[in-house]
């Protein structure tokens, strides 16, 4: 209990120095993930030895679910429908297009340099790195500086592909894993895609207009106070994502469905609510990232081989940006809006939760998948976190 207690004083702590620090920090190149990796690998086993966590751990899982739930939410919540509206076929084509051509270059690269994984774990690793990060693009999908059109579609694509490679990384690790499939393959991914996309985005759009509808009748009887406002959006955001989570679908789904149908029908109060689910958003990301840093970076650091740092740098450069190429081929954009779109597909808090599923999945080259996804996810703090501001202020 002691050490429980120790954590929590810890990281509480650290997150109000930061928060007293964090303006002067955002007009620099070190991004808040930067900052928090850092702390929680010098607080780990490899550094100070302060923190004692687990990655295998349900919390952890629990965690990073969460916060990508709240951050997916919030970010459909601001979205501009009428933006989106108007350029519609650029996510649909980078998801529906882009995403399978970056699994696939994926597994084609797992496979050269790892010739002694086998064919389907090399598709587990090629899935857990296919999604984008909501949170870790924040810099650019907030920055006024970037043409609105550019900034929805990021965010689109970020709030769907997690939820699409859910049911694909369940197929694959029911293959892998013997006894886990029962009935044909064919049969097992219609099941699973139904399930998760289907269930999920039924469960988000429900709730989010239920929600609304009776939030805008708690407002016309003047029931609603101003604290009790503040939290009704991280309110309505987690229970999108367990209730979908708990029916079998997928709870990034919903949370995402949820946020783009909350935001369109609230109108009063609406700014508030979001930029107060931003700060509650940012103090989850704080810790998460922290405990990334505890647990994943103090734990594989030392487990980096060069194939593994040579696919986390292809996962996030070719792999990443020529199937983007590829989709948007015949799409009037310049060739710098396509390079833009292309290397800010940031990996983040979706590849963390499909590594701890991995982890736990206990895969004959589960280590080499985990340690991949970890140094991956750093790369890409470390690479978006400078690029973003500067590209983003000369790219508007």
Request: hydrophobic content about 50%.
């Amino acid at each position: 209990m002691e050490s429980l207690y120790q954590i929590l004083a810890i990281i509480a702590a650290f997150t109000f120095i930061y928060s007293i620090v964090a303006g002067r920090l955002e007009s620099t190149s070190i991004s808040d993930a930067m900052v928090y990796v850092v702390f929680g690998f010098l607080s780990g086993q490899n550094g100070l030895n302060i923190l004692p966590l687990d990655i295998e751990s349900e919390g952890v899982r629990l965690l990073a679910e969460l916060t990508l739930a709240l951050v997916l939410f919030s970010d459909a919540s601001g979205a501009d429908l009428k933006i989106l509206k108007s350029s519609l076929s650029l996510p649909s084509r980078l998801l529906l297009i882009g995403l399978p051509i970056t699994i696939i270059f994926g597994v084609g690269v797992g496979k050269l340099l790892f010739p002694n994984v086998s064919w389907l774990e090399v598709g587990i690793l090629a899935t857990m790195l296919a999604p984008t990060d909501a949170a870790l693009g924040k810099a650019v999908v907030s920055n006024p500086k970037v043409p609105a059109q550019i900034r929805q579609v990021l965010n689109v694509e970020s709030g769907l592909n997690d939820g699409i490679c859910v049911p694909i990384l369940f197929v694959l690790l029911a293959i892998v894993i013997p006894g886990n499939m029962e009935g044909g393959i064919s049969e097992l991914v219609v099941h699973l895609f139904v399930e998760e996309i289907g269930i999920g985005g039924l469960v988000g759009a429900s709730i989010a207009v239920f929600g609304a509808q009776l939030g805008h009748f708690a407002v016309r009887k003047n029931w609603v106070t101003k604290t009790w406002r503040q939290i009704s959006l991280p309110a309505i955001a987690f229970t999108c994502f367990a209730t979908a989570q708990s029916l079998g679908g997928s709870g990034f789904i919903a949370s995402f469905v949820g946020g783009l149908f909350f935001g369109s029908m609230i109108k009063v109060y609406k700014h508030e609510m979001i930029e107060v689910s931003e700060g509650i958003g940012n103090a989850m990301s704080l810790m998460t990232w922290v405990v990334f840093g505890v647990t994943s970076v103090g734990k594989y650091i030392g487990q980096l081989t060069f194939p593994i740092i040579l696919y986390s740098i292809l996962s996030l450069t070719i792999v990443r940006i020529l199937p983007v190429f590829l989709c948007l081929f015949d799409i009037s954009l310049d060739l710098e809006s396509k390079l833009f779109m292309g290397w800010f597909g940031p990996r983040g808090l979706a590849s963390i939760v499909f590594a701890v599923i991995v982890l736990n999945s206990n895969l004959p080259s589960g280590n080499i998948l985990t340690t991949t996804v970890t140094c991956t996810v750093l790369l890409s703090i470390i690479a978006h976190g400078l690029t973003a501001n500067p590209w983003a202020n000369r790219y508007g």
